[in-house]
């Protein structure tokens, strides 16, 4: 099994910023994808921010240049820095890791963290 545990989140002024945290941990061989999702009251879960294993990363449209996405592989750990943040950005926000869980397994599993609020304040 595989736990993903995400931390940093706030309530915060319009303009302020953020650091997010997710750690993995569990039963992991390696992580090939990490990303932050959101999900504001009412709508759908959104991708925010994505990094491939190989250092790719890929953004909202919303968040391209405000939020940076950033790993520290030997920690199995993803960051979120959210920087110039604005009351729409205002969400829950999950992490979502893409892991091999050993060296026999073919597959690769999707987990989900279980949240952290963020709340911008106008």
Same mark, same amino acid.
């Given at each position: 099994?595989?736990?993903?545990?995400?931390?940093g989140g706030?309530?915060v002024q =319009?303009g !302020?910023?953020l650091?997010?945290?997710? @750690?993995a /941990?569990? *039963?992991i061989f %390696?992580?090939n994808?990490?990303?932050?999702?959101?999900? =504001?009251p !009412?709508k759908q879960r959104?991708?925010? @921010?994505? /990094?491939t *294993?190989?250092? %790719?990363?890929?953004?909202a449209d919303s968040?391209?240049?405000?939020?940076?996405?950033?790993?520290d592989?030997?920690?199995?750990?993803v960051?979120l820095?959210?920087?110039?943040?604005?009351?729409?950005?205002?969400a829950?926000?999950y992490?979502?890791?893409?892991?091999?869980i050993s060296?026999?397994?073919?597959?690769?599993?999707?987990?989900?963290g279980?949240?952290?609020?963020?709340t911008?304040s106008?």
């Open positions: 099994q595989v736990q993903l545990v995400e931390s706030d309530l =319009a !302020g910023s650091r997010l945290s997710c @750690a /941990s569990g *039963s %390696s992580i994808g990490m990303g932050w999702y959101r999900q =504001a !009412g959104e991708l925010v @921010a994505t /990094s *294993s190989g250092g %790719s990363t890929r953004y968040v391209k240049g405000r939020f940076t996405i950033s790993r592989n030997a920690k199995n750990t960051y820095q959210m920087n110039s943040l604005k009351p729409e950005d205002t829950v926000y992490c979502k890791a893409i892991v091999k060296a026999s397994d073919v597959n690769n599993y999707a987990y989900w279980q949240g952290t609020q963020v911008v106008s």
